[in-house]
């Protein structure tokens, strides 16, 4: 009786073991696999699919401008324009004051790294990320996949551009691999222009003339050529600069307003791009128009910039706003002119067609072209509502289209401090002006400290 | 805040074979705490103007606006900004236990968890600075977050006596599931703050979900024998599979292996140390594992993002991915001896042990020039934790109406990195040294302020005249050298009192680490020891000189290299009285009369006395700005039925 007791056991134990070694068994594998969390998409089926496709692209652009005074909201603006002689700072942060006494630390946590540096990188990341998902998908539409890498190029070359022009050497990364990334070496700037130049004429022909939606908030043919032409004039390359602007200009998608008033609106007929924003107007309008007519405001016109400025010249009473606070007179950068929360009247202009007549003008004096020259030059004076130049030779035109550009593109995208630094007359000029804080070491901004700890290849500016 | 506690109901069967048992509570709570630690703002203007003569919130003094200097806030129109957080949390737990035969029991273990967050923060138009209102008008947000769980674990037991001896084998699995989903619509551009609690009235909502799924499974055994209550030798094996990881990585095998020896029961001992009540000598080597990182990190994720481009949806790249990551393992060999005197009366326990993991899982810091600022990968990298924890508890006096017994713990923890391939070419290079914890100081050594140029100096070992990363030494350790507790409870007839002493022994940052956050000149309050600076050559002094911003050597001194060097980090070490209990037992007749199992009434306090010459706010939380520990003192009393 005991034995078969124990032996009925035995198969007891035996049955439910394995009974429970079964049902661990078929639960194992397939649990573990959760797939995509409910409200991420994969990146493998946004490439596959073309509306998903089109908001990673308008997911940059929304991104871009994101963010009060980062890279695309006034910070590339405000920054330079006190690195230059455009502003002074009326206040006391330490940060702000560095970048006009040019005594920026590589430390610099907010200006330098979180709002121009970090910025940039990450639109370059989701550019390339983009890019990467276009090459690698299927089932997208022909005309989409070229639209978007069109854009993409553009976004992705305008960001280097900033990024050399301000840093100096920096990394290429034109992959989102992390790994190479995170311990690339400084790329010496002659090797990011001929990348970006080769990127921009892939980006022109890819691209339509007209725009993708009914509005110019995303680039077009000729916002990849303005921004080209652009880097034919930092080059030097006259020839091709005089040829790019030209194919802009005399594309009769872009007309001069004729009131400097409307310039900077959201309707302007001489926006080339615009970078539209759906929650607030710009934040040039916010850092420098201030928020009352008696309060002093936070940045005011240096006075070098405001006697340069020729007597009758319409863009002063159009494009400075001034203030009176205990008898003294203050101007302030008036282009951007609603601080408001709502309604959203003015978004970002990041060409238009001014630019492209300056560049046109310089390249051809260059070229000894000089009528040519004069003519550009005057179709930007006599909109202002000044008269022609009367400079004839060419080093005199010269002179006066970089004066030109001065008080045409003043507090615009950091135009005067990069054109001081492009023609080499930052030391000459600033270095006056802005003795005794000023030292050859200065035109480039310090590599972010944070960014030399984390990859050891970064090797930092000199004098920093 | 109203708590149900732990209500269990036990059943069994007639014959005994049988058993249920459930337990379960729900606590429902609610916080108003203000959203901002205000302790940020502690430097402020002693006499920056707050209201004006009508009592309304100010944000300007002679026409210039706070925002405009240094950022300046009126902390009183944070007050005004409300966030009420409602949480309710239900717990509960099923055992079934049934035994199949005298041998061998089956038993399953149900848990269910739900855990609700109902949270909304309002920003009236009253407590925004008009200079930033312009583009931050009114808004409020409602967050809504649920978290729920469940847990299977089947488990068979088995015992069965061997040669004197009795074998227990435990076969096991465990199945988790973990849920989180939060709903955030996020509600601005208000016109009337009374209208603030209804994303109807404003002018621009959006709304964000976000959902999370991490599962996990295991299967384990173990095996236990035990002969004759003296010898004892375990071994476990296990293998888990968790959704953390990608493919191919989700499973890892662990196990470990232990033995103990009460020695207390050997016939020697017992004959010859008659005090010696109870011994016992074990040693155990195992290898666990660690999935503690965040979920879907192993998948390149597009994710909505909240922002609209001219009214059309937009995507963006959810983060950095790396698909190779997998299981963390950690190699842990601990020896300990337990002795107790006199019937346990004194009891005394010391354990050493050694952890080692060749694979930490963390968050790998990147430059942003990747587009983001860390990735999860495994470290490659031998770190090493040892430790001695030591534990004794003596029954100092046990009387029927008059108890106390003291405990006192301590623990002596030490880390090491022992290697680190490729560390020079890593993201830790100037962070991590081979050889020393991971908690190094590694940095400048501090040599006080230069008595003739009145600025921080430190020591340029290499002496080529630049301070850089070639002059980082090993300067001291963050970590504790050694912490525990004292904790003494005393009972005297209806009467008891807890209280716990704490000690710590360590470096921490010290009052220079966040004085020059608002550097000299801007408008916020310095503390006093600046009075005492470096004013002219030949001075000593702990604080470097005041400068008009234009001296590039002061300021690289004070905001890079002082950081980066142990001038900022100084004696941290504290005793604190961290805990008194006061509590009375309701009498035994009084309980029986109303029906009680038993009740009493206390009272708590909490952080009553620190004992530190730590110069700062608290050498804790070590940081001027960020609200240290209260004292807190809490009443109330507890029944049970």
Known sequence: ??????????????????????????????????????????????????????????????????????????????????????????????????????????????????????????????????????????????????????????????????????????????????????????????????????????????????????????????????????????????????????????????????????????????????????????????????????????????????????????????????????????????????????????????????????????????????????????????????????????????????????????????????????????NAVLGLEKAPYWNPTVILYPIPLSELQLNPNLVQNPGY | MVTLRRIPINHSSENKKFTIAFSGGYSNDKNQLPSTDLTQYINLP??????????????????????????????????EQTSTAITKNLYSNLQLNYNILPQLSAKISLSYNDYLTDEVSLIPQTSIDPYIASYTPASSSFANTDLNSWLIE?????????????????????????????????????????????????????????????????????????????????????RDGSSRFGPNNQFANFGALGTGWIFSDEQFIRQNISSLSFGKLRASYGITGNDQIGDYNYLSLYQNSPNTYQGSPTLLPAKLYNPDFHWQTNKKLEIG??????????????????????????????????????????????????????????????????????????????????????????????????????SVIYGYKYLGVNPQTGIYSFQDVNQDGKLNTADYQVLGNLSPKYYGGILNSITFHQFQMDFLFEFKKQEGKNYLAQLFNSFPGTVANQPTIVLNRWQQPGDVANIQQFTAGNNQAAIIAANTELNVSNGIYGDASYIRLKNVALSYHLPEALVKRLGLASGKIYINAQNLLTITKYAGLDPETQNFYVLPPLRTISAGFQFSF
């Open chain 2, 337 to 438: 001896l337990e002795l107790g005197w006199l019937k346990d009366q004194i009891f005394f326990s010391a354990s050493w042990y050694q952890e080692r993991s060749s694979n930490q899982l963390i968050n790998y810091p990147l430059p942003r020039e990747t587009g983001f600022s860390s990735v999860v990968e495994n470290l490659p990298a031998l770190v090493q934790n040892t430790g001695l924890e030591l534990v004794l508890t003596t029954k100092n006096v046990n009387k029927k109406s008059f108890k106390w017994t003291t405990s006192f713990n301590a623990t002596i923890p030490s880390n090491k990195l022992l290697s680190f391939p490729g560390l020079s070419s890593s993201s830790y290079k100037d962070e991590y040294v081979v050889g020393q914890p991971l």
């Open chain 1, 1 to 426: 009786m005991k034995k078969m007791t124990n032996l009925h056991n035995h198969k007891y134990i035996t049955a439910i073991c394995l009974l429970f070694l079964a049902f661990l068994h078929f639960s194992c594998k397939k649990f573990v696999d959760v797939g995509a969390p409910l409200s991420e998409v994969e990146s493998s089926k946004v490439f596959a699919n073309d509306q998903a496709t089109l908001s990673a692209a308008l997911g940059v652009y929304a991104n871009m401008g994101l963010s009060n005074l980062y890279i695309y909201s006034g910070g590339a603006t405000l920054y330079p324009g006190l690195s230059a002689d455009e502003l002074t700072y009326t206040s006391s942060n330490t940060e702000l004051l560095s970048f006009q006494h040019n005594a920026i630390i590589a430390n610099n946590g907010t200006g330098i790294y979180s709002r121009l540096w970090v910025p940039a990188y990450s639109n370059i990341y989701n550019a390339n990320a983009i890019l990467e998902g276009l090459i690698s998908s299927s089932g997208l539409s022909d005309t989409l996949k070229s639209q978007i890498k069109g854009e993409m190029l553009v976004v992705r070359s305008l960001n280097y551009f900033y990024l050399i022009n301000l840093f100096g050497d920096v990394p290429l990364e034109l992959t989102t691999n992390y790994q190479v990334n995170s311990t690339m070496a400084r790329t010496p700037t002659d090797k990011i222009y001929t990348q970006l130049i080769a990127d921009l004429k892939t980006a022109s022909l890819l691209l339509n003339s007209n725009y993708p939606s009914s509005v110019n908030t995303r680039p077009n043919k000729w916002t990849a050529m303005a921004l080209l032409a652009r880097i034919y004039l930092y080059q030097k390359d006259w020839t091709d600069a005089v040829a790019t602007s030209s194919a802009v200009i005399n594309s009769s998608q872009y007309n001069l307003e004729s009131n400097l008033g409307n310039v900077f609106l959201e309707g302007s007929a001489e926006t080339i791009w615009q970078l539209a924003n759906d929650y607030h107007n710009t934040g040039e309008a916010s850092a420098f128009v201030p928020y009352s007519s008696s309060s002093t405001p936070s940045y005011t016109i240096n006075s070098y910039l405001l006697s340069a400025f020729e007597p009758g010249d319409q863009r002063m009473i159009n494009w400075l706003g001034k203030n009176t606070v205990n008898g003294v007179t203050y101007y302030y950068p008036y282009k951007y002119q609603n601080r408001s929360y709502s309604p959203i009247t003015e978004f970002e202009v990041m060409f238009r067609l001014a630019e492209q007549y300056l560049i046109r003008a310089e390249a051809e004096a260059q070229l000894g072209d000089l009528n040519s020259a004069a003519a550009d030059l005057n179709i930007i004076r006599n909109r202002a509502g000044l008269p022609n130049t009367t400079a004839a030779a060419q080093s005199t035109l010269l002179t006066a289209i970089a004066s030109e550009r001065q008080v045409e593109l003043f507090c615009e995208w950091g135009h005067r401090w990069l054109d001081l630094k492009r023609t080499g007359q930052a």
């Open chain 2, 46 to 79: 002693p006499n920056l103007l707050l209201r004006d003569q009508s009592g309304n919130l100010v944000f300007q003094e002679a026409g210039v606006s706070y925002a405009t200097v240094n950022n300046i806030v009126n902390p009183l129109a944070l007050l």
């Open chain 2, 154 to 238: 089947p488990q068979l037991n088995y015992t069965k006596t061997i040669c004197k001896g009795t074998l227990s084998v435990l076969l096991g699995a465990t199945l988790e599931n973990k849920n989180s989903k939060s709903t955030v619509i996020q509600a601005t551009n208000y016109s009337n703050d009374l209208l603030l609690n209804n994303p109807a009235a404003a002018g621009l909502v959006t709304a964000d979900i976000e959902q999370t799924t991490y599962h996990y499974e295991a299967i384990f055994g173990r095996l236990n024998y035990n002969w004759q209550g003296k010898y004892i030798l375990d071994g476990t094996f296990r």
